[in-house]
C-alpha cells in the first residue's frame, strides 16, 4: 500500500468511485447525515486528494484545498476519513500527517485551517491543532473551526 497525492484529473473513474463510496459510506450513512458530498471543490485543479488504496478499494482519504477555496486566505483539510474495516491501525495520524506535507509542500509557512467534528478535537490537538473559536452545527453534527499556527510542526 502506499500514499497517492492527485488531483481530480489524475484520478482514474475507479479510484474516484471508491473515494467518493468511502466518503458516503463515512459521513452519509454511518454518521447518518445527509448533505451534500458532491460541492465542486473536488475538481478544483488545486485540490489534492490523499488516497491510501488497499487492492481497488480507498481506505483512507482526505483532500487538501488551496486558499479561498476552503477558508479564506488559507489551506485547508477536510473528508478526512478511514474505512471502518481499517480502523484502529493508526491511519487516521498517518493521513494527516501525509495531508500536511501535502499543505506544507504547496503553501509553507501559512497556518491551516480545519472543521472538525468535536469528538476529533483532542486528536487534531494532538496534530498541532488549536481551537479557533465556539462549537456549532454543520450539517447537524457539532463542528470546531481548528487551526495548526506555521510555526507548529
Known amino acids: 500500500m502506499q500514499w497517492q497525492v492527485l488531483t481530480f484529473n489524475e484520478l482514474n473513474i475507479y479510484t474516484l468511485y471508491s473515494l467518493l463510496q468511502l466518503r458516503v459510506d463515512v ?12 460541492d465542486d471543490k473536488d475538481v478544483h485543479p488545486q485540490t489534492q ?10 481506505i ?3 483532500r487538501v484545498l488551496a ?3 476552503g477558508f479564506a486566505d488559507f489551506p485547508a483539510i477536510g ?7 481499517a480502523r484502529r491501525l493508526g491511519l487516521g495520524q498517518v493521513l494527516m500527517s501525509e495531508s500536511l506535507k501535502v499543505v506544507n ?4 509557512n501559512t497556518d491551516i485551517h480545519i472543521s ?8 487534531y490537538q494532538e496534530l498541532g491543532f488549536k481551537p479557533a473559536g465556539e462549537p ?18
Open 27 to 38: 459521513f452519509v450513512v454511518e454518521q447518518n447525515c445527509p448533505y451534500p458530498e458532491l
Open 49 to 58: 486528494h490523499i488516497i491510501l488504496q488497499k487492492g481497488d478499494k480507498v
Open 60 to 62: 483512507a482519504y482526505s
Open 67 to 69: 486558499p479561498d477555496i
Open 79 to 85: 473528508r478526512v476519513c478511514v474505512a471502518q474495516t
Open 105 to 108: 509542500s504547496l503553501w509553507p
Open 116 to 123: 472538525a467534528q468535536c469528538y476529533l478535537q483532542q486528536f
Open 136 to 153: 456549532y452545527l454543520e450539517d447537524d453534527i457539532p463542528h470546531l473551526k481548528m487551526i495548526k499556527p506555521v510555526n507548529i510542526s
